[in-house]
């Protein structure tokens, strides 16, 4: 697992043909939005005229979303979704016939009405885009697949937007042949590829339709509020959405204004903070150990509000020298920390979406996925409204500058942010967890992949090494998992927050608490019943020498009541941890013997639960961590 590249899912024919076609989507629509753009430069409309153009444009592209995205969420839940995609890109060759035609006669009528069937066709793709990876990727490739998709949507719109504005500017008269022919061109690239996508299932091939929209989008957003996790994120999405917007909007002027540039250096602000999204989206995988590791949400978080808050000192009033070319502004003093900061929140804004892209299809049903991101459309929709008119209305009514604008936003992403994580302290617990297992270990996991199972209940049997085999077990499996564990342990302080937010189950000896041992059971009962992983450690207590104890009958009694699957794993090169029983509780008080020493987590493969044994489980678990305590 340790060499597994995300890379490796862009040769495999269930990711790859999917990854062009919404990056070709993507790509399209900027080329011809821009187009549309460049054309009114090249029949010289009046300012005022092109004013009103560039403004009423991305209203037009958006109305759709709130109209419908509900309808657009049932039809792709309801069809199987290879065809529903190649539906939509032959509803794109069409739209672009009609674009090249206004492109042709130099109509922007007929252009706007294309851009609205455009804004229509995104909206129906929309829901499929993202409720299609879980059925196509395993749960541990979610982080890294979403990761491709957001760097390839990067990467697309910013090469969409420098084509579609450099049309005109390198075909001259034959500017609207050029546009019309690209945007068709790319449109039947799109549907030839959308075509090798592989079958992929219906979510739910028997739903009925409703077609009023607003009912609906009254419905849909309420299924998306059924869990709190998911139902934040996809706050944290819409979030990203309205900073995004507030920051790609205000770089046209922030780069005429504030940087002493023209438009070229707008597209090199944007191309920076696009590669910063990109990379970030990219590494996700890499520091998740290819789990959905929502702990990188509040480090995403944390870290753009501290590089907007830099961008606003880095350059606060206006730039003393205007027309500058890129490489002018590159040489310019304090121009290197302007470029790491676009760079930077670009990073963390990858590390804080992508994770939460990934938690809403892990945590989803499978027949409601479709739905629920036609919510999550609405919602993007009305933030993305929403930062367009307090852009304006900051600068235009309140006479802010850019700088105090992004000042506002650096403000703003931190309260949001706190809000997020108080009402679902998971994201930070996980944060917190993530930052003391990478900060101390090198994780390496083995046989997690194939013999985890990817949905459905099942028993993880584990020795007891340490105090923090809990939380490196979680940072190693792809899946959230309820740990039952000794009372004590569950109390300890600090770690007692991490473990309530878990919702891990505290336990008892039968002498010690008979009541609170048999809601342990009864809890672990439950999650089991409904679908949930759960992990003991059948030893009852952490180890003493360093050797696997033998294993009580609790993992029996658990078996006896709901015989799902057991998968034995075992912890090796934790008895060495200052977190062990090796040493005293004086010397477990001092830094570790072997910084960011190396931890492997080892599984096997499931055994049956009507048949597994405490012994049987116990001699599995002693062969997989064999002599490495």
Not at 75 to 97: C, D, G, H, N, Q
Not at 509 to 523: I, K, T, V, W, Y
Request: net charge positive; charged share 15%.
């Amino acid at each position: 697992m340790s060499g597994h590249s995300q890379f490796a899912l862009l040769k495999q024919r269930r990711f790859l043909p999917f990854f062009i076609v919404q990056s070709l989507g993507a790509f399209n629509d900027n080329v011809y939005r821009q187009a549309i753009i460049a054309l009114l430069f090249f029949l010289g409309t009046p300012i005022e005229e092109r004013s009103l153009y560039t403004n009423l444009a991305p209203a037009i592209f958006i109305l759709p979303y709130f109209l419908f995205s509900a309808l657009a969420g049932q039809i792709a839940e309801k069809l199987e979704k290879s065809r529903l995609i190649v539906i939509t890109t032959t509803m794109e060759i069409a739209i672009m016939s009609l674009a090249a035609l206004g492109f042709l006669t130099e109509s922007m009528p007929v252009l706007l009405v294309a851009l609205f069937c455009t804004g229509m066709q995104s909206t129906l793709f929309g829901p499929v885009k993202y409720s299609v990876l879980p059925s196509i990727l395993k749960p541990e490739e979610l982080t890294g697949g979403n990761g491709l998709v957001e760097m390839g949507t990067s990467l697309s719109i910013l090469t969409g937007m420098i084509a579609g504005g450099l049309i005109f500017a390198l075909s001259g008269s034959h500017g609207p042949i050029v546009a019309a022919t690209a945007v068709i061109v790319l449109a039947v690239a799109g549907n030839l590829t959308a075509r090798m996508i592989p079958k992929v299932d219906a979510g739910a091939p028997d739903l009925k339709i409703h077609w009023n929209p607003l009912p609906e989008s009254l419905a849909v957003l309420r299924m998306a509020k059924k869990q709190k996790a998911v139902r934040n994120a996809i706050l944290g999405v819409s979030w990203f959405w309205f900073v995004g917007t507030m920051m790609t909007s205000q770089l046209p002027t922030y780069a005429e204004v504030n940087l002493g540039g023209g438009s070229l250096l707008y597209i090199f602000a944007l191309a920076l903070f696009s590669l910063g999204t990109g990379t970030g989206s990219l590494l996700c995988e890499k520091l998740s150990g290819r789990t959905v590791e929502i702990g990188l949400v509040p480090l995403g978080a944390f870290g753009m509000t501290a590089f907007m808050l830099d961008l606003y000192f880095a350059r606060v009033g206006e730039a003393a020298t205007a027309g500058l070319s890129i490489w002018q502004f590159v040489q310019a003093p304090g121009s290197a920390r302007i470029i790491i900061d676009l760079i930077g929140i670009g990073l963390f804004t990858g590390f804080f979406v992508v994770p939460l892209f990934a938690l809403i299809q892990s945590r989803t049903a499978k027949s409601e996925m479709s739905r629920v991101f036609a919510a999550l459309n609405i919602q993007n929709s009305g933030f993305i409204v929403l930062a367009a008119g307090l852009g304006l209305l900051t600068q235009r009514v309140l006479d802010w500058t850019i700088p105090q604008l992004f000042l506002a936003l650096a403000i703003a992403n931190a309260v949001v942010s706190i809000y997020i994580f108080t009402i679902v302290p998971e994201f930070l617990m996980r944060f917190l967890s993530w930052v003391m297992v990478r900060a101390l270990y090198r994780l390496r996991p083995h046989g997690i992949e194939a013999n985890v199972p990817d949905e459905g209940a099942a028993l993880i049997v584990c020795n007891h090494v340490s105090y923090m085999d809990a939380l490196i077990l979680s940072a190693t499996l792809p899946r959230p998992v309820r740990f039952v564990m000794y009372y004590k342990i569950f109390n300890i302080p600090v770690m007692r927050w991490i473990f309530r937010t878990a919702k891990a189950i505290p336990i008892a000896g039968a002498r010690e608490d008979p009541a609170l041992m048999q809601a342990a059971f009864d809890e672990v009962d439950k999650a089991l019943a409904e679908g949930e992983l759960v992990c003991i450690f059948p030893e009852g207590a952490l180890t003493r020498d360093g050797q696997v104890g033998a294993f009580k009958s609790g993992v029996e009694k658990i078996l006896e009541r709901r015989p799902v699957p057991v998968v034995p794993m075992a912890l090796r090169g934790m008895w060495s941890s200052m977190w062990s029983r090796r040493d005293t509780r004086l010397g477990r008080m001092r830094v570790p013997r072997r910084f960011r020493a190396h931890v492997e987590v080892v599984a096997s493969a499931p055994i049956a639960g009507e048949v597994a044994t405490a012994p049987m489980l116990e001699t599995q678990v002693r062969q997989l961590r064999g002599d490495q305590a």
